[in-house]
């Protein structure tokens, strides 16, 4: 059991910061103009913008899988401030938990005894800190946004329009350089939001068995992660299935690290695992 956990744990780890790296070594690419493509009518993109919550906690509980390995888990997230992935194997006691700030993510592992916390910045290398937190959330709630922040109605002339398999695609700009790309179901739902850094490496999140959201809107029930970095060598899938959601459950994030556990080098806490 504590060496599937491990691998589990160690698994979310990764995919929880190539996640925030995608978002923060994006750019600035909602600015861009598009080239011409499909026309789409503004109504589905009405239609995809209203499928989009409207919440400021959100509490969501789930099965969490990592190829044939699975534990319970639970998110919590204050819009824009704040995410936090705990491990749950066992009648909902934590073993493991991953908490993500604007600026800082902090490592958690009851197991092992150890915990880490280091500066997003300094584990990415790249965009000043507070960058990537409204991207990273849209993901797992399976909703459209823009690399440069939050989207809007404004935003419609922003993205190029086309048609796959009968249902709308739609991309920004990217030169070259890195672009989102979402496919929208004909009710307005985002099925999958793709995001290419232009360098080859890839991260795709598919949304399934959409329920709805009590502020308004629609949630995924199933979530597909797919990561892949080929220059490193990099490939990772997960997925979260059996989601159910509380919005009203209220909770204070807490970054603090008892002082039991040692506390380590996030370098030192992922070569931990891959050991």
Not at 120 to 125: D, F, L, P, Q, Y
């Amino acid at each position: 059991m504590k060496k599937a956990i491990t691998a589990i744990a160690c698994g979310v780890l990764l995919v929880a910061v190539s996640l925030t790296e995608a978002c923060r070594t994006s750019g600035n690419t909602g600015g861009q103009k598009p080239a011409a493509g499909v026309a789409a009518g503004r109504g589905l993109y009405e239609a995809m913008l209203g499928e989009m919550p409207r919440y400021d906690k959100v509490s969501v509980k789930c099965r969490l899988s990592l190829g044939s390995l699975s534990s319970r888990a639970q998110i919590r997230m204050i819009k824009e401030r704040f995410v936090q992935i705990s491990l749950q194997p066992v009648l909902g006691v934590e073993v493991f938990r991953i908490m993500l700030t604007p600026d800082s993510l902090y490592v958690l592992d009851r197991i092992n005894g150890i915990a880490a916390a280091e500066s997003v910045s300094a584990i990415t290398g790249s965009l000043p800190e507070g960058v990537g937190m409204p991207q990273l959330q849209s993901l797992l709630l399976g909703e459209p946004f823009l690399l440069s922040g939050n989207i809007t109605e404004g935003d419609y002339g922003k993205f190029r329009w086309g048609m796959a398999g009968g249902k709308a695609v739609l991309q920004t700009a990217t030169g070259g350089g890195p672009g989102l790309e979402f496919t929208v179901g004909k009710e307005g739902a985002v099925e999958q939001t793709r995001f290419s850094d232009g360098n080859g490496n890839t991260l795709a999140c598919t949304y399934s068995s959409r329920i709805s959201a009590k502020p308004g809107g629609s949630v995924p029930g199933e979530v597909s992660i797919a990561v892949s970095v080929p220059a490193k060598f990099f490939a990772i899938e997960a997925g979260m299935k059996d989601m159910s959601y509380d919005w009203d459950k209220t909770f204070r994030p807490d970054t603090r690290i008892p002082g039991r556990y040692t506390r380590i080098s996030f370098g030192d806490i992922v070569n931990t695992y891959l050991k």
